[in-house]
């Protein structure tokens, strides 16, 4: 049976001409292995790279509460960033000594024309800052869809604590960091170290030595460092080790005065000891039992790690994971476990931020 194509429209003389070609086979194996090649090469993540364009613009103020921040340096700026052309959002964040604005601009606002107009602004207007306050020169930093994380790693154990906890995951850090593709590798959640002081009221006494005397001395010994509160009526001091001290020993050897005409030692006057300051915030960790009930809770610490920009995130979330197993029972004792969560394939268990 010989069928017309001569009646037929524009379309169907186009699909008969395919039909009756020996290349049609030929084509639709092109375009079938064209397609899984695509789909192979595309990099594939939760957050596509959309050009949205954000920054934080750091101001210290040194030695300030959180309200003076406020009043005096977090609300002006926020007024004169928000008249930026292109701006969606401005909102501020107020800590002791420190202002955060974080700036948000409009989807399809180039990055760098964003960047550049909230750079003039904040130069042309810096006259808002009261500088005969002590207040710094602003820091802006560029924020964007590459600072998510693509991977999270608790740490956890039941006989370990978050002190504990953390030294292990520092030691992890450096070597997530030489997993091709990554870019920052931070740790959420441990207590920090700080090199405790026990002040002996008596022997400060016996010895001429003041809390002034003690006080000018930690801060020059600790780069110019602030000093942390008095504690415990007056009787403990906690700073952070700067950098010419490693341990608490090489603090307890500080001279902080001199009586007739002989050194003063920190230890002659305190006791001093290495310890973990009050933590300003915890991670805790805890599976699902049995009913849907959460079983028993662990102190933990979390590790994120942000890819680089145009990384694939699945390739990258995946080589992050080969080389924690490649840790374990090395720099990640045995003691410690470890529970994954991949930014890209929410999965595994929750971990609880407080």
Known sequence: ??????????????????????????????????????????????????????????VPFPGASVRDVEQMVATPAEQVLSQIAGTEHVMS????????ITVQFKVGVP????????HDAVSSNADW????????????????IDD????????????????DLERVAHSIETDLKRVPGTREVRTIGGPGRAIMIEIDPARMSGSGVTVSDLRVALQSANAGMPVGELLSANRAVAIESGSFFESAQDLADLVVGVRAGKPVFLREVATVRDGAPP???HVWHGAVGKEGKDAAEHPAV??????????????????????????????????????????????????REV
């Open 279 to 281: 933590p300003s915030r």
């Open 111 to 118: 990055r760098t024309e964003a960047l550049v107009r909230l």
């Open 1 to 58: 049976m010989t069928t017309n194509f001569a009646n037929f429209g524009l379309a169907g003389r186009t699909a008969a001409a395919f039909l009756q070609a020996q290349l049609t086979p030929l084509l639709a194996l092109t375009a079938l292995l064209l397609g899984a090649f695509a789909v192979f090469v595309t990099p594939r993540e939760e957050e596509p790279q959309i050009n949205v364009t954000m920054a934080n613009v750091f």
């Open 302 to 351: 979390t590790i994120t790690v942000t890819k680089k920009p145009g990384e694939n995130a699945i390739d990258v979330a995946n080589a992050v994971m080969r080389r924690v197993e490649m840790l374990k029972n090395t720099v990640i004792p045995a003691e410690v476990q470890v529970a994954a969560v991949s930014y890209t394939h929410l999965t595994l268990p929750t971990n």
């Open 129 to 144: 800052l009261p500088r005969g306050l002590g207040v710094l020169d602003p820091l802006v930093k560029p924020k964007g």
């Open 93 to 100: 964040v107020s800590r002791p000594g420190m202002a955060i």
């Open 148 to 163: 998510v994380p693509i991977v999270g790693l608790t740490l956890f154990s039941t006989s370990a604590g978050a002190y």
